[in-house]
């Protein structure tokens, strides 16, 4: 593939950064837009992107004027007849894409390559829009794009294989790195990432835990950079449903199916940060949070001890006859334990997780002042407490177990190795491990194990531990084999 002209079709969030990133790697561009204002609007968007480069010694003032001046900016596409590659990045509608890739297919070069940035539609669909299917590809560029490192090279079954290894040594020439796959609706990391957010949503429907505490919980616990909510609201909840939906039509499995509440939000336009509110926003005034006066416990389960003497060392007293509270560490739930108490109602579970969280397990049967004492508790551990209810993995492995099982399950089928998973995922999402390397550092077993307990409660066939897994688990092996 010659490549020195790339044209780029709409210059919105996505298209002005990828116009921005070949420019940049030397290329001359040539964005299209809709109309003068939205002409005008990607081109303040390019000035601004590539002047706030400049000022964070990314780019210097002279770089910046000729990677300014390698982008022609026009709202005719018949000025694409020259292009070499062309890429969308024109709204997430499949009627607008299958249109613009007919015209595409008449204005450019037999031999030009068409690609689509979308996050979701089927590339296929598109391919088959033109006649030119061989050269029809997915290029899926992750916000912002000058920023984000990962590009998925997408190939659909009529893909010209030669193209494939070209497309993925481009993406190495503007600094990206390339994760090839074929055309599956969400790829790799949209379908492993957004079952996960839409998991959460369903937890707080649930009642499971509160939006803030799942947020911090999924933060600080599973270290990750962002909690779902926050997530949710950047990514926009209206994005998050129509991907959920694509997903769901393409596999009709219940995890797949949007949340009922992000159906809810969305109508009520509460998008998330574009509209001002989503999950986040409006907060209520904080109310004075209820002191307890917890002075006795006990404590009880695996690690009671260590927990115990910490809490002493502190100031409190172990007691075993009247506790004011006691607390049961495990990583099940507890409300079995709670009812061979004298007072079930003093009974909270207890999960550390990352050292930096304990999720507290309200049974059906704990009081309010038992709850505020555990919490009073962990805090003086500096933990942050997690108020959850008594349900199969609390907040963080239930979120987590399936989407790592997930990911299982994707490798499992031939879609993409274990290595470009992981990749994709911490390049992707900024994630500070890929879902193979976090398995294998929670231990097959016990993932295999939480999986087990989750589906015993929750009866969700996504929740059975992947057969790979599983195999793995049997033949008493610590780590994939890659
Ligand atoms: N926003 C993200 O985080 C993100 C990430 C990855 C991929 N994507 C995908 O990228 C694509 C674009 O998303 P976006 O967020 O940049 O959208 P956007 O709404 O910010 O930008 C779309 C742009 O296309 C222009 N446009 C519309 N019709 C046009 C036409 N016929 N010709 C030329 N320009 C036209 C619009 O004026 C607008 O500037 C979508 O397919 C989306 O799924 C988005």
Redesign the pocket.
Known sequence: MALEMVGV???????AGIAEVFARAGLRVIG????AD?LA??RRHLEGSTQRAVDRGKLSGEERAAVLGRITLTTS?DDLGEADLVIE????IMA??KA?FADLDRICKPAAVLA??????SVTELAASTGRPQNVVGL????PAPVMRLVEVVHTVVTDPALVPELAELARRLGKTPVTVGDRAGFVVNRLLLPYLNHAVNLLDQGVATRDAIDQAMRAGAGLPMGPFALLDL?GLD?SYEIMGVLFDETRSARHAPAPVLRELVAAGLLGRKSGRGFHGEEPPPSEPDKSTVRTFAAQGPGAEELAARLVEVGFKESSDDPDVVLHLGDRPVVEHAVRLARPERLVGVHLVGGKVAELAATALTSTEALLAAKDLVKVLKLIPVPCRDRAGFVVDALLLPYLNDAVRMHESGYASIDDIDTAMKLGCGYPAGPFETIEALGLEAMRDGLRALYAEYRDPAFAPAPLLDQLVTAGVRAFPR
Not at 116 to 121: A, F, P, R
Not at 140 to 143: P, Q, T
């Open positions: 079709v709409g210059l919105g969030t996505m298209g299209v837009e809709a109309d939205s609007r990607g596409r990045a024109i709204p997430e607008l894409k613009l689509t940035n979308t996050s979701s539609l899926h560029f992750f916000n990514i994005t």
